[in-house]
């Protein structure tokens, strides 16, 4: 295990090499404080602005604890920011600069950082804001290039995948100014806006195959590495938890309705897909200077990316969104559902004839 002198020591000397100027004149703009909110749902913002640039104020609270993972109440030793599983959402617009602060209460056991794969420089910012506990950091960076992007702990060596399979993962989301296109210059808005996070667990099991229950993270660190090594998850889940997003907590639609979904991976590939539904426009690789996809049915998320995927519902119902692996979806966790109201349209599917008894065999 890295110690956390060592995990100081290089990420300190990485900054030194690093950074050219860690007090930098603020760029003379006005300032918004943004309160942040917990995933699946996402903080107030304009699509388009007409606004100028400003410094867009964030705080995230790293919390070590105990969470429950699945149905069995199946416990797991959590790593998170702002304490969910992932992170929340971040929306800022193209030349905003973002301004981060990051606090690690005196309660947690570990050093943690910060690295986004929005930013430009310093391991994505990760080399000047690794802190103890009972430390606190403020980083700013400038919001250069548009699209959705994962942001993740990264202390050093083994502490990064552990940290980051332990749900230390978010994701920002950078508008153009002028808003989001169908790549051919028609403007594109929704209505509503999701993230979901997906995050695969890899939870130790005792001899009997039970899985084990630790009472710090430190404690878990080793049995959960050998589980790690193996590349099996125990879990995928969306939001933290198996049924985080289903039954009475399913995101919520209306017919007519455009709705974003911004999905992300920090560590492993994923297929989005929405069964009985479809991606109108999906930025796969997540990225709005590049025109996105259109009539998708499944839509891949590289390990360590989020993309955005925007649906207009055309049917009321239940619908799954899954990763299209149906055994990570159905068995592992890797499931939410759409509760979307409004009229049914015949046109587009109808049953003609109900289930019924075959005819009888003819028996001339
Ligand atoms: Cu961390």
Redesign the pocket.
């Known amino acids: 295990m890295l110690t956390r002198r060592a995990a100081m020591f290089s990420a300190a000397a990485a900054a030194l090499l690093l950074a050219t100027s860690s007090f930098a004149a603020e760029p003379n703009l006005p300032r918004q404080k943004v309160e942040l909110v917990a995933p699946p749902f996402v903080h107030p913002h304009e699509q388009a602005t007409k606004q100028g640039p400003k410094i867009m104020e964030f705080r995230l609270v ?1 919390e070590e604890k105990k969470v429950v993972i699945d149905e069995k109440g199946t416990t797991f030793q959590a ?1 998170t920011f702002n304490g969910s599983m992932p992170g929340p959402l971040m929306v800022v617009h193209e030349g905003d600069y973002v301004d981060v602060t990051l606090v690690n209460p005196a309660t947690n056991s ?1 050093p ?2 910060i690295d986004f794969h929005s930013a430009t420089g310093a391991l994505g910012g990760a080399a000047l804001t690794l802190i103890n506990p009972g430390e606190q950091v403020v980083l700013r960076w400038k919001a250069t290039r548009t699209g959705v992007f994962v942001y993740h ?1 990264a ?1 050093g060596g083994p502490m990064i995948p552990w ?1 980051v399979v332990s749900g ?1 993962n978010g994701a920002v989301m950078v508008l153009p100014r002028d808003g989001l296109n169908d790549g051919h210059g028609h403007p594109l808005k929704y209505d509503r806006i999701y993230y979901v996070g997906e995050q695969d667990l890899y939870v130790p099991r005792d001899e009997k195959g039970n899985f084990k229950s630790y009472d710090s993270p430190g404690e878990a660190y080793t049995d959960t590495e050998e589980v790690m090594r193996k590349l099996i998850p125990t879990h995928v889940v969306f939001n933290g938890k198996v049924g985080a997003l289903t039954g009475k907590n399913a995101l919520k639609a209306n017919v007519g309705e455009n709705v974003m979904i911004v999905h992300s991976q920090a560590n492993r590939d994923s297929r989005p897909h929405l069964i009985g539904g479809h991606g109108d426009y999906v930025w796969e690789t997540g990225k709005f200077s590049n025109a996105p996809e259109t009539g998708l049915e499944t839509w891949f998320i590289r390990g360590g990316s989020a993309g955005a995927a925007m649906y207009k519902f055309l049917q009321p119902g239940i619908y799954a969104y899954v990763t299209h692996n149906l055994i990570e979806a159905a068995d592992l966790g890797a499931s939410a559902h759409f509760k979307v109201e409004g009229k049914w349209n015949d046109d587009l599917m109808t049953q003609v004839k109900a289930p019924a008894d075959l005819p009888a065999p003819n028996t001339n």
Do not use: G, K, L
């Open positions: 790293v790593m570990m943690h950082n702990c202390p940290h230390m």
